[in-house]
């Protein structure tokens, strides 16, 4: 039998999706699952990209542009004009989610073998994106004792080497809710003019930033215009993660006509996916009024909660709506894994996932998880009274040792 490639086999399977059988298995035993593994919010999808389908009068679901439709990118640059960042609709490529714009990224602007230097913990599918693309990911580490707030720019610059070609960073931050600050942007700024580098700014998550801190945009940074790479989606914004629409935005023409290449290649974005998203642009502010303010309460609820059980230590995100958690485990894997094949209460469980998978660097997040608090807040609340439970009972729990 013929061998898989070196690349399937170096792709990583998704630390947040591989324990799905378990999860399947649970549930047919009768187990109600909360799953705080995954970003899929149970907020209502506005009503006007709910309306747009309903009332769909195209008789052919044809073709796009391989850049999206022109409506959509025209709409889409009012919103950014709208949050202060002014681009012009050409400088935007509509794209099968927030993944394909990254991966589009990375293929438009680096080569095989070339480095980019990124945050860990950072969200876990870099690492398969960094494979599909055949670079590497250059570690540096932010701790959980500091709130995982972006390392020293001594830190960053020390890895900086030959192969480095771009930073990758993630404001808000999935994993761990992290808001990156103007003044740290600003330096980070510096970094890569100093270096002549690309920096990719992963920006899903945008209005979700909380106690009154505010977003602002690395398109916002001055004398970076041929350097930045926007990456944006509507799955969490508009609580939409089905219908796989994002954007890939630069105000480098070179770039965006390369993107534009690999968008030509797949023909064009799911066009079902951008009716629902230029029908989203006229969602009312009323509505992310709602959002946020229940994100904030389901937030305090499962920090407060989880800072309450012994062993346990959860610094309060900023923004998005995950958090990282450190546990009196040794081995979050198996911990999560426990979770699902061998334990209940009150007929219930919960869903984690391990934080290891979201490290680079060997060891690390052993003893920490993703917890995704984007359940209704009686879920949230029974899903903790479960995790607490659970630590009691964790046979290899370290407050046993």
């Known amino acids: 039998m013929p061998a898989i490639s070196q690349r399937g086999a170096n792709m990583p399977a998704s630390p947040i999706r591989k324990l799905i059988p378990f999860a ?19 907020i209502r999808t506005p009503k006007e990209a709910l309306d747009a389908i309903r009332g769909l009068k195209e008789e052919v679901i044809e073709y796009s542009h391989s850049a999206g439709n022109e ?33 589009f990224a990375f293929w438009a602007c680096l080569n095989p073998g070339d480095e980019v230097i990124v945050t860990e913990p950072f969200y876990t599918n870099y690492n398969g994106f960094a494979v599909e693309a055949g670079v590497n990911l250059v570690p540096v580490t932010s701790h959980i004792q500091d709130g995982f707030a972006l390392p020293p720019m001594s ?39 100093k270096h002549d580098l690309f920096l990719f700014s992963d920006e899903v998550y945008r209005e979700f930033c909380y106690d009154g801190h ?14 930045v ?41 799911p066009g ?23 994100y904030i309460e389901r937030r ?25 958690v450190r546990l009196p485990i040794r081995d979050s894997e198996h911990f999560c894994q426990w979770l699902l094949d061998s334990f209940s209460f009150e007929g219930s469980t919960v ?25 209704e807040k009686d879920k949230l609340q029974q899903a903790m009274h479960c995790l607490e439970q659970a630590l009691k009972e964790y046979p290899e729990s370290t407050l046993k040792q």
Do not use: W
């Open 155 to 193: 830190a960053i610059e020390e890895k900086v080497s030959a192969k480095t070609r771009a930073i990758l960073i993630c404001n808000p931050n999935n994993p761990t809710g992290y808001l990156y600050s103007k003044q740290e942007l600003l330096q980070l700024r510096e970094i890569v003019l």
């Open 24 to 42: 399947e298995a649970a549930k047919k035993r009768g187990t109600q699952v909360f799953h705080l593994n995954i970003g899929q919010p149970d």
């Open 214 to 227: 505010e977003h602002f945009s690395v398109m916002q940074l001055e004398g970076l215009e041929k350097n």
């Open 229 to 269: 790479l926007l990456v944006d989606s509507v799955s969490k914004r508009y609580s939409a993660c089905g219908v796989r629409i994002g954007a890939l935005v630069s105000r480098n023409p070179e770039v965006v006509a390369a993107a534009l290449k690999f968008g030509q290649a797949r023909l064009s974005p």
């Open 300 to 324: 305090d609820l499962v920090v407060e909660a989880l800072n309450r059980m012994e062993g346990v230590f959860c610094p309060t995100p900023k923004g998005a709506f995950y958090t990282i």
């Open 71 to 103: 409506s959509y990118r025209r709409g889409l640059a009012d919103y950014y004009k709208g949050i202060g960042i002014a681009v012009d609709f050409s400088d935007i490529l509509i794209t099968t989610g927030g993944s394909e714009a990254l991966l």
């Open 351 to 375: 869903m984690l996932a391990p934080a290891s998978g979201f490290y680079s660097t060997p060891g690390l997040g052993r003893d920490e998880v993703r917890l995704a608090y984007v359940l």
């Open 272 to 294: 079902l996916g951008q009716i629902v998203g230029e029908a989203a642009l006229r969602t009312g502010s009323d509505y992310f009024a709602e959002v946020y303010h229940e």
